[in-house]
């Protein structure tokens, strides 16, 4: 069973424009992390947040996370047509258990 | 360049055969983890090591699957008798875990997709 639910299930943006995700869990976690894949490949990792962490930023990518709401969300800035995939936010716990959400699909348009 | 190599990429069988599934995991990593990927479940974790030990396998059904680490590089994941129900993407991933800490970032490989006739 998935831990996380991402929302929206799919996004279609033009180029240049700001592409946001959300995440939300269940249960207590000591880091969340996303992931990108690109159609027919593995996942690729992006970002991870600790739970005492509020807000981290990666080159384009910029992530938040509320721990007393149980979400995060993942902000890409300038979006390019080479982001279009399926991104993942994945929570990790105590019990080295890594599990994954149900992913958004992104198509950034020309 | 480090990766984690799974193979087969892509299985045709028929119901009843045996599958097997190998990956070997980024040298240095200490946990390996077996995903499976299926457009109605999304991504379910089966079962992963640490230091070649099983941590969890309860999401792996017990009857037909099998999941294994013969020694520090190679994870082995086995179906049998294999169903049409087990066609998915199946994706091997490893990382580094120290001292029951946490799981960091994970390495995937490309995938072994399955079908089963």
């Known amino acids: 069973s998935q831990q996380g639910e991402e929302d929206p299930q799919a996004l279609s943006i033009q180029e240049g424009e700001n592409a946001t995700m959300n995440c939300s869990y269940k249960t207590s976690i000591n880091n969340l992390q996303w992931y990108r894949q690109n159609s027919g490949r593995g996942l690729v990792h992006l970002i991870l947040i600790r739970s005492n962490e509020r807000e981290k930023h990666s080159g384009r990518l910029r992530v938040t996370l509320d721990t007393s709401k149980k979400s995060s969300s993942l902000l890409i800035t300038a979006s390019r047509a080479a982001d279009t995939a399926s991104y993942f936010c994945a929570t990790a716990g105590t019990a080295s258990k890594l599990t994954f959400g149900t992913g958004t699909r992104l198509q950034v348009t020309l | 360049d480090a990766r984690v190599t799974q193979t087969p990429r892509h299985k045709v069988t028929e119901m009843g055969q045996e599958v097997t599934m190998r990956c070997q995991p980024i040298l240095g990593h200490n946990t390996v983890f077996w995903y499976r990927q299926t457009m109605m479940q999304g991504l379910e974790l089966l079962a992963y090591?640490?230091?070649?030990?099983?941590?969890?396998d309860s999401g792996m059904p017990k009857d037909r699957f099998s999941a294994e680490m013969p020694d520090a590089t190679l994870a082995t994941l086995k179906i049998q008798p294999s169903e049409p129900r087990d066609s998915a993407v199946y994706f091997c991933?490893?990382?580094?875990?120290?001292?029951?800490?946490?799981?960091?970032?994970?390495?995937f490989g490309e995938g072994s997709r399955l079908t089963v006739l």
């Open positions: 991933a490893s990382g580094s875990n120290y001292r029951g800490r946490d799981t960091g970032e994970l390495f």
């Open positions: 090591f640490r230091n070649r030990a099983p941590l969890d």
